[in-house]
């Protein structure tokens, strides 16, 4: 073991700079692989902590998603065979302000569900007893991190919040945050019975049109889920039935990787599993280059150890002893490899949170089942990759060895030539998806058909709501301000989906379609244009109520003309009166752009939900200024509620949050595997000068110049990129097909990626290799053949 260890660090010494590459290389590869591991990790074990997980399932009609009526749950309550249990889980519809104490109010999510919530869905209990805690009315359930900011140490069991300055609910328990992935996303729980007082909304639990809550099953071990929806279709009323004819069921652990959208749905997360599975690819990918780089740079330094093996067979090694040696200062650098890749883990895991926005436990790196596996799989991967050339090594005859004439030179650069080639195909492949990816996120956040630029919204908090008009005109009085417009539409927040009847030249038609309510002033700010019909206007008296349809209206109801139908109008209890519709509007992408433009009706009403304020200002500061004078207006409006205002561009953007995290993850991960790569090259070309000293003396000698010299070095790196660029372009395709099948609007794959990436993959080689080829082409003839 001694001698193991002197040999070791002997051969380290005698190549420093190698060596070095080559630990590098597998230190940083194996960072990678553990960080990316632990985070598809951690995405494709979402809800599986639950312990009912495997019976419960989400309900859903197959062409309106996920959002049920609230009165269906009471339906089909313990009256269906084989359903053990049911529960209604809304979000809020405007955020609520919390306030302890008449301390600083703040804003935070507010979910309602039925009091049977936590058999369905396992969570740990800081204080309070959680199968009961949702039973009485005006009580609620928060979690650990919100319960830090509204009582900081102090006990939150029993104490009161104070809600949107109104209802005070008490605390009856505290969650503990959740180590493992869920697609439940909430920091405060109250019931159904807590919301029909708090936020009454006439029919919305007894009607069957108002479709506003996801509705999940608790089944039997042994029930049939076929007969248990034919049950549960049998309860609804005969004229609702045929709504329910395709409806289906949806396993609780295969909801976050669910095809349907969850847009609007902020309690839900979605993730996406054809990402994951390209992280994954690229952890394959990454660690590979290192692969390479290790056989490239242990081939390379084969003629050393062939003297080295004569030499300990003389002095009596066996073949199995050579053999052992080999394979154990292998293994000893992919060990000290992937401690330092641990610690470099953990260590740049704060910065890898930061910049990229995913979010994984890092505490797994320390659980027996990740160290085990990780020794395991370095001890596999440095046997695999050592294990032949031990052989060939412990083979060869000892007198062969001392005079090194075994033949391996044309065998080991072939080699080394395909293994770079594999090297550069995987770059190019890197490249050129990462231009896809940027290339597809710019064209889902930019080209949405509506104007972004310069605009604010101002959320209307109730104070706000009140005092509408007297915030429009202090806004109006601002030289700064362009315009106003007051809508219930803000870039990524939850829309209604309506279903409803239209009259059109005296025939009825059922549509269902997505709505918000505006004013005339929204279609200018946006940029909207108008396809047929005219735009409402606010001065008119008769425009109130009127309705603008978008295209996809049209073309989802397979109707030609519409201007001139009505629209029945009138939800949450009202009575329904129809609302003629004037006109249609251009699509634009009201939703991020995965998911597919549906039918939208905007409507003339006062409702809203928001101020968007748009700013016509030339500079920077007098934007900020103007920026913080709206903040200041609205703020003194709204003294008992927090004023949220945020860039309408900057809400855009969020909508794509999942897209940013995906791009800014796959960037970082392919410059990373790239560098790599880039070590490995610079090693290759080390030794390719070493090589060719002699040769190049001579031909210096013999009169070359500098030029030629270098592209003899350079030729063959050259020649491995060319052939590399060719093989990654169909890989490249199938690859961007694959993934652009995920969004209902994509990007085109254009030919200046293939190029611009072939180009980098070109430059970054060359740019690698040029200063060892530079210095070996500029030395000195007669240094050279002395050396030799």
Known sequence: MIYLFKSLIRNFIRRPVINSINLIGLSVSLTLVIILSIFCYSELTTDDFHVNGDEVYLLKK????????????????????????????????????????????????????????????????????????????????????????????????????????????????????????????????????????????????????????????????????????????????????????????????????????????????????????????????????????FINISSSQWQDRVKQTGILKILGSGQSEIIKNILAESFILFLVSLLIAVQLAVSITPFILEYTGISYNVNIISSPYFLLSSLATVLILSIIFSIIPAVKISTSRPIDNLKKTVRTNKIRYSSNGALVTLQFTIAITLIAFTFLVQKQVRFGSNDLGMNQNNIIGIKLTEQLSRNKDVLKEKFENEPAIHSISFSQYFPGKTLSSWGTR????????????????????????????LVSGRFYSDDLTSDKGKILVNETFLRKHNLTSI????????????????????????????????????????????????????????????????????????????????????????????????????????????????????????????FSCQRRIKEIGIRKVNGAGIAEILFLLNRDFIRWVLLAFFISIPIVLFISHKWLKNYAYKTEISWWIFVLAGLSALLIALFTVSWQTWKTATRNPVEALRYE
């Open 563 to 686: 201007e001139g139908g009505t629209i029945m109008v009138g939800m949450m209890g009202e009575d329904a009166s129809p609302a003629e519709i004037v006109g249609v509007l251009k699509d634009f992408h009201y939703k991020p752009v995965n998911n597919e433009i549906g039918p939208l009706a905007i409507r003339n009403n006062r409702q809203s939900s928001y101020c968007l304020v748009q700013i016509q200002a030339n500079e920077f500061e007098e934007l900020r200024k103007t920026v913080e004078k709206i903040k200041n207006i609205s703020a003194a409006l709204s003294p008992s509620f927090p004023v949220e205002v945020g860039f309408f561009d900057k809400a855009v953007e969020n909508m794509y949050n999942s897209e940013l995290q995906f791009r800014k993850t796959f960037s970082l991960m392919s410059v990373s595997a790239i560098a790599i790569c880039c070590f490995g090259i610079l090693a290759l070309s080390l």
């Open 62 to 293: 197959e062409s309106e998603g996920i959002y049920l009526p609230g009165i269906l749950t009471e339906t089909i309550k313990n009256k269906v065979p084989g359903l053990k249990s049911v529960i209604r889980i809304t979000g809020s519809w405007e955020v609520p302000v919390f306030q302890v104490n008449n301390k600083e109010p703040i804003t935070s999510d507010l979910i309602f569900a039925d009091d049977d919530f936590f058999n369905f869905f396992t969570y740990k209990s800081l204080v309070g007893d959680l199968s009961s805690s949702l039973r009485e009315p005006m009580t609620i359930v928060i979690s650990e991190k919100l319960a830090l900011i509204l009582f900081g140490k102090e006990n939150a069991l029993g104490q009161s919040i104070l809600i949107n300055n109104k209802q005070s609910l008490r605390v009856t328990a505290v969650i503990k945050e959740q180590e493992k992935n869920t697609c439940l996303n909430f920091n405060a729980l109250t019931s159904i019975s807590t919301k029909k007082i708090i936020q009454s909304n006439g029919g919305e639990m007894t009607e069957w049109g108002w479709h506003n809550f996801q509705t999940f099953l608790l089944f039997e071990k042994a029930a049939n889920p076929s007969d248990v929806i034919n049950n549960i279709i049998r309860l609804i009323p005969e004229e609702e039935q045929k709504n329910y004819k395709n409806a289906n069921i949806v396993p609780l652990k295969k909801l976050y990787f669910s095809k349907f959208s969850l847009f609007g749905s902020d309690h839900l997360v979605r993730g996406n599993k054809s990402r994951i599975l390209i992280l994954l690819m690229v952890a394959i990918l990454v660690l590979t280059i290192a692969l390479i780089n």
């Open 502 to 529: 239209l009259t059109l030249n005296g025939e009825n038609k059922q549509v269902n379609f997505d709505t918000f309510c505006a004013d005339a002033a929204f279609f200018k700010m946006l940029g909207l244009e």
